[in-house]
């Protein structure tokens, strides 16, 4: 197509990082955005070595689906980064896929990278350290990817994201695993990361 470089309409359409709401809004509400988003990996057209697409398994948090996030991510973790000749699916370009890879591995990302919001993937470690902040995911296997709950300090927490202030804090947000998808865990509307635009 005339005037797309290094992508298709496909991956493009969903690089509205900075008002997913309204991008969500444009296609028609929740459940046509989420039916949307599950065509473009069952149907393949997903790309992770394109950059402008790895935001993409992770707006399944808008719509209280974190879950799908999770199984998406951690197949991406699997797949898209092999020790291999040809390993990646891409360049590393500025380090973003190396950057995608350790953040996702930590159990987060930041779809819009100049918003305070980090959403919450699937953590792969046991046990991780930013600076202050504490990372535990507790039963983490290669099977048990999903979290079942979550704890921020000992509360309970059931936001989809963290955010940038507790990331520089010394807090510690403490999940449980296993390997059945937790559909009510993050998926109520309160859950879902807040609306940029407003």
């Not at 999770?70 to 891409?90: F, M, T």
């Not at 190396?98 to 591995?105: D, E, F, G, K, R």
């Not at 999903?146 to 000992?154: D, F, K, L, R």
């Not at 520089?168 to 940029?196: H, R």
Request: charge should be negative; proline fraction near 7%; glycine fraction near 10%.
């Amino acid at each position: 197509m005339k005037f797309i470089t290094e992508g298709t309409v496909a991956h493009y359409t969903w690089y509205v990082p900075h008002d997913v709401y309204g991008l969500m809004q444009v296609m028609g509400g929740k459940k046509i955005f989420a039916d949307r988003l599950d065509r473009m990996f069952s149907d393949s057209l997903y790309w992770h070595g394109n950059e402008p697409c790895q935001q993409i398994p992770y707006l399944y948090a808008y719509v209280g689906q974190p879950w799908k996030t999770q199984q998406r991510v951690k197949a991406i973790l699997d797949n898209e980064y092999l020790d291999v000749p040809g390993g990646l699916s891409g360049n590393d370009d500025a380090g973003q896929m190396s950057a995608w890879y350790v953040l996702s591995a930590l159990g987060f990302y930041p779809v819009c990278p100049v918003s305070p919001y980090y959403i919450i993937g699937t953590p792969t470690f046991d046990e991780a350290h930013i600076g202050r902040f504490t990372i535990k995911a507790h039963h983490v296997s290669h099977e048990n990817i999903y979290i079942q709950s979550a704890t921020y300090n000992g509360q309970p927490y059931t936001h989809n994201y963290i955010t940038y202030e507790m990331l520089k804090g010394d807090g510690v947000l403490e999940f449980q695993m296993g390997s059945k998808p937790n559909t009510e865990w993050g998926s109520k509307t309160e859950d879902c990361p807040p609306d940029l635009m407003k």
